[in-house]
């Protein structure tokens, strides 16, 4: 038991390195494998949660993690960038320094505010939660600061990556019809972005979206 | 049993959407999208007969929960629903005459519009609040391609900024839901019904408070950028302006209410778990500002769509106020408000759509003079924007009145806020409309009548509403009130 725990400290301990890691990759092609990495660890973790708690529905979101955010949505993502041409593309950030030192303000902020729950939690959770937390809000600061559409898409999907192991891993799971439900909705919304990445590319010729920031009120 | 009803209101907007997924380009696409929206309306009448009569039910294996709160914005919902696909039959043929749009556009429109309808109504009727949240996403999957349908710079950018706000407020819903689940499987065990809200609601006071507290804000923060409140609105304006008129008026009219019904099922776990106004006090801070901010820019709006959903936020932050304060009173205004302001702004954005239609543009300083071409749009956009700036005798004014005089009594500071709010709004979307209907016209004549019945039917229940309330109506609304405290 302590060794899983120990297992699944150390793979949450992962998960935060690799949103780090892609906050700060510039190029497209490996922020995508990034990701894909990202939900290999998550589809690993789930499967000792399951082992180690002895739930058998946790196996099929394992199994389902593995199928849609290791191979599905990689491989759907690949695909795209390589039909819009932008498979070598590299992003101008501008201070990444800055963007890292903002991160680890989050990850703070994120582990204060787990903490009263982190608290309440028995044994393999514990803390789970704050991690769960900071690489929601990290994600979020990568949609934040990018500027191509594909980087803030998958900004949006390892956002969901975050919220799926606080799911699998501090709460056992969700009910698998609720988990069904989501990982339905993650696939149809990144069949949704493709369809808009075509469109977006159509209307201003690049999938910059700086070209997007026109309506306003005055 | 409800069983029956409720799979009849279900299937019909389901099959509706896989009819028209495969005969969407048929000549007879909008009349079969009607004949839909119809059933699921009869569909929604009988249930809610049926629930009228025999109270609150559970229906299969509990994944389903009606009781009077959810079954009157079920009716609403698809009520409305069956009325804008009346209005946007010659409303889409119109742009499609004009070129603006080409049929697999309205192919594209007619299902997802059906599946729209499906994944408001199942948000509305699940148990469930995981199912909640996938069902409320879907509503964002449903309409984002919607939004973009023009294909036009302006639209396509109002869609992805839809898509990426409403999908990091939802992604932050979900992290209040797993910390709900999280809490309510210390009580009622793992598996399938720690996250009914039927088994929640009777164990809420044994959850941990620190717990859901942090959840409630999450759930706030995340559905309340679907229902459009102040700072996470800027989505809405923009969602509401570029895409098609029938779309604004479903997203401003229901979408708005079915996200603040979620809200309103979590608010009732907090309070039984805290014992203490501290999810009130959040929603009535989001609330009034959102009635400010949103007052404040509806004077610097040029676009006429644009200013309306301004409005809505208005609108939707003074309902989550009333909520937000509380008690038998602002429970039953912030109900009765919910329904006034679905139907005069629907009504609203089909007499807007058809008159922008006729001037050719949506900027309001090129409207001029609607009452010389059509009185009819005239009309139902002066009435409606009477309606929906509170003057009696319409529906609007009486539950703003109640909105106001219970914040009065209760909360005596925020009465100044509110009142010259409103007054702003007034005085900002008045001077606006007033030149479009009046003046000399620059309007020109349409290929087909338009269909304006719609904008007088929910007119004229309004205005029946704010003069008169039937006994059991008011009754309804009192139950649906006391079930939220």
């Known amino acids: 038991m302590t060794y899983t725990i120990q297992f699944i400290n150390l793979l949450a301990a992962i998960l935060l390195l690799i949103v780090f890691a892609m906050l700060s990759q510039r190029r497209i092609l490996s922020l995508i494998n990034l990701f894909a990495w990202q939900g290999l660890v998550l589809s690993v973790s789930t499967f000792v949660v399951a082992y180690s708690t002895a739930q058998s529905h946790l196996y099929y979101s394992a199994a389902l993690t593995l199928l849609l955010k290791v191979l599905v949505l990689p491989w759907l ?58 690489s929601v809000l990290l994600s979020l600061l990568m949609m934040l600061t990018r500027r191509k559409a594909i980087s803030q898409v998958v900004g949006f999907l390892a956002m969901e990556n975050g919220l799926f192991f606080a799911a699998t891993s501090a709460t056992h799971g969700m009910p698998l019809v609720v988990e069904l439900g989501i990982a339905l909705d993650v696939l149809v919304a990144t069949f949704i972005f493709g369809i808009f990445f075509f469109q977006i590319r159509e209307t201003f010729d690049s999938l910059d979206i700086t070209h997007m920031e026109k309506l306003k009120d005055d | 049993m409800i069983d029956l009803q409720l799979t009849a209101l279900l299937l019909a907007p389901l099959l509706g959407g896989l009819l028209l997924a495969a005969f969407g380009s048929r000549s007879w696409a909008a009349e079969l999208n009607s004949l839909m929206s119809f059933c699921t309306f009869a569909a929604a009448v009988v249930l809610t007969m049926r629930v009228v009569e025999a109270g609150p039910q559970v229906a299969f294996n509990e994944q389903f929960f009606i009781d009077q709160l959810n079954v009157f914005l079920v009716a609403l919902t698809a009520f409305i629903a069956f009325t804008t696909s009346l209005f946007s039959r010659p409303y889409m043929r119109i742009e499609q005459d004009h070129g603006r749009l080409s049929t697999p556009m309205l192919h594209l429109y007619y299902s997802m519009y059906q599946l729209f309808t499906l994944s408001m109504l199942v948000a509305l009727t699940t148990n469930n609040m995981g199912i909640i949240w996938v069902a409320m996403e879907a509503a964002t999957l449903t309409t984002v391609l919607l939004v973009s349908l023009y294909r036009t710079p302006a639209s396509l950018e109002a869609a992805w900024k839809y898509f990426i706000l409403c999908g990091v407020g939802i992604a932050l819903a979900l992290f209040g839901t797993i910390l709900l689940y999280f809490a309510a499987e210390r009580v009622l065990g793992q598996g399938g019904t720690a996250l009914l809200w039927t088994h929640l609601n009777e164990v809420k006071g044994e959850l941990e408070p620190t717990v859901l507290k942090l959840a409630f804000i999450f759930l706030l923060v995340g559905y309340g950028t679907k229902i459009g409140l102040v700072p996470l609105h800027s989505w809405l304006p923009d969602a509401h302006a570029e895409g098609p008129t029938p779309v604004s008026a479903v997203l401003s009219g229901l979408l708005l209410n079915v996200a603040l019904c979620a809200v309103m099922r979590s608010k009732v776990l907090v309070d039984g778990s805290l014992g203490t106004h501290f999810a009130g006090n959040l929603m009535m801070g989001f609330g009034l500002l959102s009635v400010v901010v949103a007052a404040l820019f509806l004077s610097r709006q040029k676009d006429i769509k644009r200013m309306f959903a301004y409005s809505s ?173």
């Open chain 1, 77 to 134: 993502l690949h695909r795209l960038i390589r039909k819009l041409n932008v498979r070598w593309d590299v992003e101008t950030l501008i201070n990444i320094p800055t963007t890292m030192l903002v991160g680890i303000a989050l990850v703070i902020f994120a582990f204060n505010l787990a903490a009263p729950i982190s608290q309440l939690s028995e044994g393999i959770t514990r803390g789970l939660i704050g991690i769960a937390l900071a």
């Open chain 2, 313 to 485: 936020i208005e609108h939707m932050g003074l309902i989550t106020f009333a909520f937000g304060m509380g008690g038998p009173v602002a429970t039953f205004a912030a109900l009765l408000h919910m329904t006034m302001h679905s139907l005069t702004k629907s009504a609203i954005f089909f007499a807007v759509g058809h008159a922008v239609q006729k001037a050719g543009t949506q900027q309001m300083e090129n409207i001029r003079g609607m009452l010389q071409i059509s009185p009819t749009v005239g009309w139902g956009l002066m009435l409606g924007t009477f309606a929906i700036l509170g003057m009696p005798p319409f529906g609007v004014f009486a539950s703003e009145f109640l909105i106001i005089t219970t914040a009065m009594h209760d909360y005596p500071w925020t009465t100044p806020i509110l009142l010259i709010a409103v007054g702003i709004a007034f005085a900002a979307i008045f001077g606006k409309v007033q030149p479009i209907v009046f003046g000399e016209t620059t309007a020109r004549r349409l290929p087909h009548p338009p269909a304006l019945l719609p904008v007088f039917a929910h007119l004229l229940l309004v205005l029946i509403l704010g003069l008169y309330m039937p006994p059991y109506l008011a009754n309804w609304y009192r139950q649906a009130a006391a079930l939220l405290g």
